[in-house]
């Protein structure tokens, strides 16, 4: 197991303070631009050294500021895949490997680079130089190089990793990769574990769906892909008809009965825009935009409230005025108490 | 009569000897220096830059052999030298630099490797520019004392004219994209 505990004041703004583990197979990092995944990687690889805290790869410390180790990224057994272009330009593909792979005796060098190039499919291009060969090539290249030292963890900061890349690296690595990036898709489709950062902490980490499904904080809301995202108060309770009544200031919502909530509690209450049913002939909402996407249709409302339709049923509702914006309950997620001086939404 | 051709041979052994030492001495400092801001050696090198050493020298010295000539000529390129490949190598674009470190380099192997072969042209430009310099300074030397004829002068000055455009060159291709950029 991996286990990552890492403290490092940037500036007055940014602090990064962040605590989470590792299993073998796939975990996604994902958090925003900002959010300090390209930091958090850079200190699992020992490339930027935590004022504190704790870093520990298959159960042995590589970083413990405490004990003032902190291992040479080398000898930590990390493969790293930086989000800039580290394939040295004047050097072949081979080359480019081999140099990875250096502190090998000769013969053992020569097996890894041959190894690396079959597994990754690189034989055609190993003699060309990094401008020469395809975005795609270099890519996988950069992952052969990461992964040629037989890391324990390899770490892939925002680099482009699709899933069949994803695929043919773990056909031939079968442990802990830490996939960090904004690419919610792909961290449903290839992670077992999502782990979301933002502003320099970890919001919220489980199975990709639990997280998508069920975000627990507003900023784990707005990383989970929720556009309308608004705190209000909880302006009366019934029991016996099952219902809540929110009241969000310029509009009000009805959910099912909230056990466990008081009237006046604060609440925040959020929605995909393709969850929304924006329908005609009613006055609630605004529009204020329409952006146009390619199979559907972005309106954006006065609210701020953001809906999704598809493009065939816009096109009917393209000359309304008068827009009334439902929320289904099933799809309207609520997020526990608003504390005093969590996140404003966005707007 | 004919002239005194001696001055601009000596010039030559001195500025060529000044070029080629200071090409051997300043890139691995400058490379070692590069990892941080020093202004202290900021400060330093870029006085000594414009100090002009041989001519000081010559006139402390009045039977200045040209061995000494060169020592003083280094004061002046090494310093300068050392600053350009110093920038040279701080725009090293970082991913290189941390694939090497993850891949476990050594300094000296990242240096002949990467920083060297990347900045070549700036690390030759860089000494080429002391040849020009350490020419005008002998021939300054060689005016004071009353030893430099027209004929000879003339000849020092256009090869330093020469040598200035030749770095001029080289600056120009260490500004240029060099090895095919990744697009």
Not at chain 1, 5 to 13: E, F, G, L, M, P
Request: charged fraction near 20%.
């Amino acid at each position: 197991m991996t286990s990552v505990r890492v403290r490092k004041r940037i500036s007055d703004a940014f602090t990064l303070d962040a605590d989470f583990s590792v299993a073998p197979g796939v975990t996604a990092l994902v958090g925003p631009a900002g959010a300090g995944k390209t930091l958090l990687m850079e200190m699992i690889a020992g490339l930027v050294a935590p004022q504190e805290g704790r870093i520990l790869l298959d159960d042995a410390i590589v970083f413990d500021g405490q004990a003032r180790v902190n291992l040479a990224p080398a000898r930590r057994g990390c493969g790293y895949v930086s989000q800039l272009e580290t394939l040295f330009p004047h050097r072949t593909l081979r080359q480019n490997l081999e140099f990875a792979a250096l502190r090998f005796p000769r013969l053992e060098r020569h097996r890894r680079v041959a190894e690396a190039v079959e597994h990754f499919e690189l034989a055609d291009a190993v003699s060309l130089r990094p401008a020469d060969v395809t975005p795609a090539l270099r890519l996988r290249c950069a992952a052969a190089r990461a992964l040629i030292g037989s890391p324990r963890l390899l770490l892939a900061d925002d680099a482009g990793f699709d899933s069949a890349l994803l695929d043919l690296i773990r056909a031939h690595f079968q442990k802990s990769i830490l996939l960090a990036g904004r690419d919610l898709d792909l961290a449903c489709a290839a992670a077992a574990e999502v782990v979301l950062l933002d502003a320099g902490g970890v919001v919220q980490r489980g199975a990709p769906r639990q997280v998508l499904e069920h975000p627990a904080t507003p900023a784990a809301a707005r990383l989970a892909g929720y556009e309308n995202l608004w705190q209000g108060t909880i302006a009366s309770l019934d029991r016996a008809v099952n219902a809540t009544r929110l009241d969000f200031g310029g509009f009000a919502l009805t959910v099912p009965y909230l056990p466990g909530h008081l009237r006046g509690d604060r609440v925040w209450a959020a929605i995909r825009a393709a969850d929304t049913a924006p329908t005609a002939n009613a006055v609630p909402a605004q529009l204020v935009r329409v952006v146009e996407r390619p199979q559907s249709v972005r309106l954006e409302f006065a609210g701020p409230i953001v809906a999704e339709l598809p493009r065939g049923q816009f096109a009917g509702l393209a000359e309304c005025r008068n827009w009334l914006v439902e929320f289904p309950a099933d799809s309207l997620r609520l997020i526990g108490m608003g504390a005093a001086g969590s996140p404003a939404p966005r707007t | 009569m004919t002239a005194e051709w001696s001055p601009l041979w000596l010039s030559l052994r001195v500025a060529l000897l000044v070029s080629v030492l200071t090409l051997a001495a300043a890139p691995w400092p400058a490379w070692l220096l590069a990892r941080r801001n020093w202004p202290a050696v900021s400060l330093i090198t870029g006085f000594l830059a414009m100090v002009p050493a041989v001519i000081l020298a010559a006139l402390a010295i009045p039977s200045l052999p040209w061995q000494a000539a060169a020592a003083a000529g280094l004061v002046r390129t090494v310093p300068h030298s050392l600053e350009a490949c110093r920038g040279a190598f701080q725009s090293l674009p970082p991913g290189y630099l941390k694939a090497a470190r993850m891949a476990g380099a050594a300094d000296w192997r990242v240096f002949w490797t990467l920083a060297l072969p990347l900045r070549g042209w700036t690390v030759l430009a860089a000494a080429a520019n002391g040849f020009p310099e350490t020419l005008l300074e002998m021939a300054v030397v060689f005016w004071m004392r009353g030893r430099l004829a027209a004929a000879p002068a003339g000849a020092i000055l256009l090869t330093a004219l020469a040598g200035a455009a030749l770095s001029l060159w080289l600056k120009r291709a260490a500004a240029g994209p060099g090895w095919k950029a990744v697009p």
